[in-house]
T-cell receptor
Framework: KAGVTQTPRYLIKTRGQQVTLSCSPI?????VSWYQQTPGQGLQFLFE???????NKGNFPGRFSGRQFSNSRSEMNVSTLELGDSALYLC??????????????FGQGTRLTVV | AQKVTQAQTEISVVEKEDVTLDCVYE???????LFWYKQPPSGELVFLIR??????QNEISGRYSWNFQKSTSSFNFTITASQVVDSAVYFC?????????FGAGTRLTVKP
């Protein structure tokens, strides 16, 4: 069974640009969550999608957005990039969120560098 | 509000030593799940264990063992006879009614 796939693995962008990251969950998993990991703030929850609907959102500005497609693949977008957006962005998939995450499997992440 | 505290930022041990990673959590939910993940240098979070709030049985898996105590809101992780390959950042996480919350992580370095 293939794991969670995130593309691209590495990305360098300039301040002010926008970026789109992609996540393909494990086959059969319907829930996709996104996290930002930085040395200073650790792992922070961005948002979660389940059956194409955003079910939960973390405390991030509106520049961060996402969506989920009918095949459960998810994308997250960051507009007007700032230097502080440089981070490892991790995607996690779960079979069925229900009322809480009972298990979450992570991809290798996309390392975004904003210059 | 949910919170996970991993007070140990970094731990360094010599191979074959036992090491315990501490995790203390806060939640008002009566039903919740606790997790441990390992993050090697490659970046991927590797799932190690999940425990639900109603199951306080300790678990052993090879050199790994976990001690869950609701009375102290702790879910500690012990590696017995540590190996160099155990070097990584270890995260404790809590999932309740809301999103999954992670601790700050403990960087474990095992020296040969």
């Amino acid at each position: 069974k293939a794991g969670v796939t995130q593309t691209p693995r590495y990305l360098i962008k300039t301040r002010g640009q926008q970026v789109t990251l992609s996540c393909s969950p494990i086959s059969g998993h319907r829930s996709v969550s996104w996290y930002q990991q930085t040395p200073g703030q650790g792992l922070q929850f961005l948002f979660e999608y389940f059956s194409e609907t955003q079910r939960n959102k973390g405390n991030f500005p509106g520049r961060f957005s996402g969506r989920q497609f009918s095949n459960s693949r998810s994308e997250m977008n960051v507009s007007t990039l700032e230097l502080g957006d440089s981070a490892l962005y991790l995607c996690a998939s779960s079979p069925d969120r229900g009322r809480m995450n009972t298990e979450a499997f992570f991809g290798q992440g996309t390392r975004l560098t904003v210059v | 509000a949910q919170k996970v505290t991993q007070a140990q930022t970094e731990i360094s041990v010599v191979e074959k030593e036992d090491v315990t990673l501490d995790c203390v959590y806060e939640t008002r939910d009566t039903t919740y799940y606790l997790f441990w993940y390992k993050q090697p240098p490659s970046g991927e979070l590797v799932f190690l264990i999940r425990r639900n709030s109603f199951d306080e049985q300790n678990e052993i898996s090879g050199r790994y063992s976990w001690n869950f105590q609701k009375s102290t809101s702790s879910f500690n992780f012990t590696i017995t006879a540590s190996q160099v390959v155990d070097s990584a950042v270890y995260f404790c996480a809590l999932s309740g009614e809301g999103d999954m919350r992670f601790g700050a992580g403990t960087r474990l370095t095992v020296k040969p």
